[in-house]
């Protein structure tokens, strides 16, 4: 995954100006924590609502707007506060000072009066941090409130608690940019020590941070010594040096892509144009695109832990079973021991009841064959229920697919606590909604669904297929349900294979040239009573050979 572009004070700007023309003046009407370093709060303006996600993340933090989020932490500790020490209250003044990372928030009772309250925002990466401020009555400001307490140990310089006197961070180093400086002067300032050239920037002036670097100058520049740079080089750097400074002044700000980050200045003729966006909006997409891949990635580590741990102890208890299972042969052994001790010609009452005891043994092991067996085969259920639960793991791409296995573990495995009973019935515990399979089209315009995790398996088998249509799974191997709905009317060659090969692409086998397929009439599957949803059982049935590689076409020609 490539590193997370911060939000600069160019960019911050930005964001702010584009605030100011909304929000000035806007009412607060709700604040929830979405996280732990993290609130969103949902502001009235004349035009309607608008959200706003203020962020201390110590890799993310950032503000912006952002669309309306689930209802969510409203009732944490930082939201109640405030809720109750903003609600009803005004914006009237949103503040950036200079080159700084801090953002306050001026809120009073009513548009055109003063503040009265201040949430301030600090972006500066692991120091990050959110602040709600009153008058102290001497002239300052106090916490009242804040996203984390800093205590000594943690920072000598500026520990900062409730009830604290507000104090600004430390300022910055360097010089403020400045149009007004020549470009002689500003060459000059830049080749003060022989660094190279991102670090001469960043320790001659404020507000570069190492994306804007980036953006000024080609990046094979940035690590070459300011002595060596040639006259164009410093002319090229100047030129886009001006442009940068020109549209920060003019708030000429606009959201462009530029490779993996952004950019949120525009050079002349690129605003309005293909490819830029409003600020917000595009800051929305691109953080929200990065908290959603980490989610998904903390999730996933998250459910594979979980599996494994679970494949373990199964392994481990059938293990124990088979063992048992191979000691039933020693019941010969055992009762020949206890023929012998009888055949003595006056055995003692302790040989009768030692061969007593043997006996019971050799008879306890015989019984205890079909029991064994039992165990065994509902070890190897559950252990081949598993696999599939990894192999789903494996090529889940969205987090609401993580999220749905993740409730298939939580409602159907025995080994979770209330999970039997759940198991039994082949019913989800505590779930609500239909399942949402994976839909294609055939070749021909037949339907196709695939199956994505165990309900789906047992929602598109079970609940939606009908005679006539047509089952595919990968044979003997972990993998998803595929249905053809051939009851619509009779399937071409073509749609066997599409369906061959998409069972084949959602299996272990994946990363095989072919994969061999079980196609059976839906008709003829079963469920194995007891078992996990999504388990089925059949007799016969048809091998095709899919193409795993053949199902990325079909699925990249489906795609909205």
Not at 131 to 137: K, M, Q, R
Not at 265 to 274: D, K, V
Request: proline residues 7%; hydrophobic residues 40%.
């Amino acid at each position: 995954m490539a590193s997370l572009q911060t939000l600069d004070v160019t960019s911050l700007k930005a964001v702010l100006a584009e605030w100011r023309r909304v929000l000035l003046p806007s009412r607060l009407e709700k604040a929830q924590q979405a996280d732990p370093g993290t609130v969103h709060l949902a502001l009235r303006h004349l035009e309607g609502m608008q959200w706003l996600a203020l962020s201390w993340q110590a890799e993310a933090a950032r503000v912006h707007a952002i669309a309306p989020p689930p209802r969510q932490g409203a009732g944490s500790t930082l939201a109640q506060q405030l809720q109750h020490g903003l609600g009803g209250l005004a914006l009237v003044e949103i503040r950036q000072s200079g080159w700084e990372r801090v953002v306050e928030l001026g809120f009073a009772p009513r548009p055109g009066e003063p503040p009265r309250r201040w949430l301030v925002a600090e972006l500066m990466g692991r120091h990050s941090n959110l602040f709600l401020l009153e008058p102290d009555g001497r002239g300052g400001r106090q916490v009242v409130a804040l996203g984390r307490q800093v205590r000594p140990r943690q920072s000598r310089l500026r520990p900062i608690a409730t009830g604290d006197p507000y104090q600004a961070p430390p300022p910055l180093g360097g010089d403020p940019p400045d149009r007004a400086t020549s470009q002689a002067r500003w060459q000059q300032q830049l080749t003060l020590l022989p660094l190279p050239l991102e670090q001469a920037l960043r320790g001659a002036y404020q507000g570069i941070s190492p994306a804007l670097a980036r953006q000024l100058v080609p990046a094979d520049w940035l690590q070459q010594p300011v002595g060596a740079l040639r006259p164009h080089q410093w002319q090229h750097l100047w030129e886009r040096w001006q442009a940068w400074q020109e549209a920060v002044q003019n708030e000429r700000f606009g959201w462009i892509r530029e490779g993996e980050g952004y950019r949120c200045w525009c050079l002349p003729g690129e605003l309005g144009g293909p490819g830029t966006m409003a600020v917000n909006t595009g800051l929305a997409h691109y953080y929200g695109g990065w908290l959603a891949a980490q989610a998904f990635q903390r999730r996933r580590l998250q459910l594979e832990q979980h599996l494994q741990r679970l494949l373990e102890r199964e392994s481990a208890q059938a293990a124990g079973q088979q063992a048992l299972l191979d000691a039933v042969p020693e019941s010969d052994a055992l009762q020949r021991e206890a023929d012998a001790l009888l055949s003595q010609r006056q055995p003692s009452r302790t040989c009768i009841a030692a061969a007593q005891k043997l006996y019971q043994q050799a008879r306890k092991r015989r019984r205890s064959v079909t029991s064994i067996n039992a165990r065994l085969d509902l070890h190897r259920e559950r252990l081949a229920w598993l696999d599939a639960s990894l192999t789903y793991l494996e090529q889940a791409e969205s987090l609401e697919e993580l999220q749905a296995l993740g409730q298939d573990l939580e409602d159907h495995l025995p080994c979770i606590e209330g999970s039997r009973a759940a198991a039994r019935r082949g019913q989800p515990a505590g779930r609500s909604g239909e399942p949402q399979p994976l839909e294609l089209r055939s070749p021909s315009g037949l339907g196709l669904r695939v199956g994505r995790n165990h309900r789906q398996n047992e929602w598109i088998v079970f609940r939606q297929a009908r005679r006539g249509d047509l089952w595919f799974h990968a044979q003997e191997q972990p993998g998803s349900h595929v249905v053809l709905r051939s009851s619509e009317r009779m399937a071409e060659e073509a749609d066997l294979q599409a369906a061959a090969d998409l069972a084949a692409h959602f299996s272990r086998g994946r990363g095989n040239r072919r994969v061999p397929v079980v196609m059976v009439p839906t008709d003829q599957l079963q469920r194995i009573p007891g078992a996990a949803p999504g388990t089925v059982r059949h007799r016969g049935g048809e091998v095709v050979w899919g193409r795993p590689d053949q199902a990325l076409s079909l699925l990249a020609a489906q795609e909205p």
